[in-house]
């Protein structure tokens, strides 16, 4: 089985984009499953299996960050696919943490951007952007030819060698050159790795402490002028 990692900031598009590749692939009789990850609500999994009938799960990431919910459920989520009989297993994953790289060795790591949101999203984004395979450009409509231009170099700029993929998904621009390169996408192998380095300190706010200031914190911290410092043993 194949694994693809879709990843971006929320209303991009991931979710017309991924309906559309879905589209295609059963077109090719291949089996495709579908898991989305969110923190708090979602409902694409419910659309997705009422549109094309295909296996569905959702995961309510909660009081983590979906991007490390990704990497804590990923192993199971994959052995629910393959039980499934699938062919490839697409993670939406909702995108929020940007210090991660939520994709995986072995696997296809997609990165959805939108063209609406400023010229300087790719510069911003992180490993989201620089670790993933191929990056799509949605909404490319809705902006100048000048600033699509610009859009892309910036896209490359960050991250060396990705495949740019510029789409109007909504009626299926663009979509075909994505389908193909997950045809030729390796198979997952176990173990799983993530791919890229997690970031390097353990946050004392994501566990749970309210208090303000550094003095009440401890762990890789930082000043207001940038420099890190480590408190602890």
């Not at 693809?4 to 309906?19: E, L």
């Not at 059963?26 to 009938?53: H, Q, T």
């Amino acid at each position: 089985m194949k694994l693809i990692i879709f990843a971006g900031p929320p209303t991009c598009g991931k979710t017309t984009v991924i309906k559309q590749v879905i589209k295609r692939m059963i077109a090719r009789e291949l089996k495709p499953s579908y898991i989305k990850i969110d923190v708090l609500y979602a409902d694409e999994d419910e659309v997705i299996k009422n549109e094309f009938g295909i296996p569905t799960k959702k995961i309510y990431s909660g009081e983590l960050c979906p991007d490390h919910c990704n990497v804590v459920v990923l192993d199971e989520a994959v052995e629910w696919a393959q039980k499934a009989g699938s062919d490839f297993l697409f993670v939406e994953t909702a995108g929020l943490c940007l210090r991660c790289s939520p994709y995986v060795e072995n696997s296809l790591g997609i990165v959805v951007l939108e063209a609406t949101s400023g010229m300087n999203l790719p510069r911003k984004i992180g490993p989201m952007l620089t670790l993933a395979d191929i990056s799509v450009i949605t909404k490319i409509d809705l902006i100048s030819q000048a600033e699509r231009e610009v859009f892309r170099y910036r896209v490359l700029e960050s991250a060396k060698g990705i495949t740019v993929v510029e789409s109007n998904a909504l009626y299926g621009i663009g979509i075909d050159p994505i389908v193909n390169k997950i045809i030729k996408s390796p198979e997952i192998e176990f173990p799983m790795f993530l791919r890229g380095n997690p970031p390097v300190g353990t946050c004392t706010i994501c566990v749970g402490k309210k208090e303000i200031g550094a003095k009440n914190h401890f762990g890789v911290l930082r000043t207001m002028e940038h420099e890190l410092f480590y408190v602890g043993e």
